[in-house]
C-alpha cells in the first residue's frame, strides 16, 4: 500500500482574461520534497504558488492534499496546520518587538490581537525564544522589528513559520530583494531547517544555481506549461539555456 502523495495536482488550467496563465497542469509531491519553480517572468510560478496557497481558484482540474480535495478543507485553521506562506513583504509589524511577530504565526486563524494576548501562555513564548534561537536572532528577541536588516527581516519570517510549523511551505521569490550573500544565508537556513522537519517547501526562484543547490527537484514553468520537472541533479546547462532562450524569441 502506498501513501498519499501531500499533493496532487491534476490539469490545473487557469486564465486571466484572454491570458493564459497555467495550462492544463499536473504535478504530484512527495513529503519531504523540497521543490524550485524556475522560468521566464511570466510563466506562471506565482500562480501555480497562489493556487497552492489557496489565495486563488484554478479554472479547472483538481487539487489534492494529503488525498482530500483542498474545499474538504473548510477552516482556515486546518489550512494553516497544513500550509505556510513566506511573503515577499513578510507582514511582519515594525513597531513591535520580533517576538510578537514570531507569535502571530502561532495560530494563523488567531488574527493578531490574540496572537499578542497568547504572550500570556508560556508554552507559546517558549515556542518563540525557541525558534528565534534557531534561526540566529535569539538576541533580538525584544529588539523593535523595525530596527533590523533585510536578512534579519526574513529570519524572523522563519521563525514565525517555525512556530507555525506547518507541512507544506511555499515562498514566491523569497530572496528577490535580498544581496547574494544574504540570499544564500536565508535559503541554506530555509532548506536546513525544512529538511530537519521533514516539511515540504515549494519555492519559485531566480537563481538557478540555488535552484539545484538547495532543492531536491526543478520544475521550470513555460507559457504556463511544464518544461521540465526533473531531479535537481538531472537537470543539465543546456536545458536551463533553452528554457530561458526560447522565451525571448516570442
Ligand atoms: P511568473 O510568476 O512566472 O512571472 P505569473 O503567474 O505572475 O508568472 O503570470 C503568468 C501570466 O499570467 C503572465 O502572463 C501574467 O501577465 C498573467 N497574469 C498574472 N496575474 C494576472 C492578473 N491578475 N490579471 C491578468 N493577467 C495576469
Ligand atoms: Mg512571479
Given at each position: 500500500m502506498s501513501l498519499k502523495p501531500i499533493i496532487l495536482l491534476h490539469n490545473i488550467s487557469k486564465t486571466y482574461e484572454r491570458k493564459i496563465a497555467l495550462s492544463s497542469l499536473s504535478i504530484v509531491i512527495e513529503k519531504g520534497e523540497r521543490i524550485a519553480l524556475i522560468g521566464p517572468s511570466g510563466a506562471g510560478k506565482t500562480t501555480l504558488l497562489n493556487i497552492l496557497a489557496n489565495i486563488i481558484p484554478s479554472d479547472t482540474g483538481s487539487f489534492e492534499l494529503n488525498g482530500l480535495p483542498i474545499h474538504q478543507y473548510l477552516s482556515n485553521k486546518r489550512l494553516a496546520k497544513k500550509i505556510g506562506v513566506i511573503r515577499q513583504q513578510f507582514d511582519l509589524v515594525g513597531q513591535l518587538p520580533v517576538i510578537h511577530n514570531v507569535l502571530a504565526g502561532r495560530l494563523g486563524e488567531w488574527g493578531f490581537f490574540k496572537s499578542i494576548i497568547s504572550l500570556v501562555f508560556p508554552q507559546d513564548k517558549d515556542l518563540a525564544l525557541a525558534a528565534l534561537e534557531r534561526v540566529g536572532l535569539g538576541d533580538k528577541t525584544y529588539e523593535k522589528t523595525?530596527?533590523?536588516?533585510?536578512?534579519?527581516?526574513?529570519?524572523?519570517?522563519?521563525?514565525?513559520?517555525?512556530?507555525?510549523?506547518?507541512?507544506?511551505?511555499l515562498a514566491d521569490e523569497p530572496v528577490a530583494s535580498l544581496d547574494p550573500a544574504r540570499a544564500e544565508d536565508i535559503l541554506s537556513m530555509l532548506a536546513k531547517l525544512v529538511k530537519e522537519e521533514n516539511q515540504t517547501l515549494i519555492t519559485s526562484l531566480h537563481s538557478v544555481e540555488y535552484a539545484r543547490?538547495?532543492?531536491?527537484?526543478?520544475?521550470?514553468?513555460?507559457?504556463?506549461?511544464?518544461?521540465?520537472?526533473?531531479?535537481s541533479k538531472e537537470v543539465t546547462d543546456q536545458m536551463l539555456s533553452d528554457l530561458y532562450y526560447l522565451k525571448e524569441l516570442e
Open positions: 523595525s530596527n533590523l536588516s533585510g536578512g534579519e527581516l526574513q529570519r524572523v519570517a522563519l521563525a514565525r513559520l517555525l512556530v507555525q510549523h506547518p507541512e507544506i511551505i543547490q538547495y532543492f531536491t527537484r526543478i520544475i521550470a514553468l513555460r507559457d504556463g506549461s511544464i518544461y521540465f520537472d526533473l531531479p
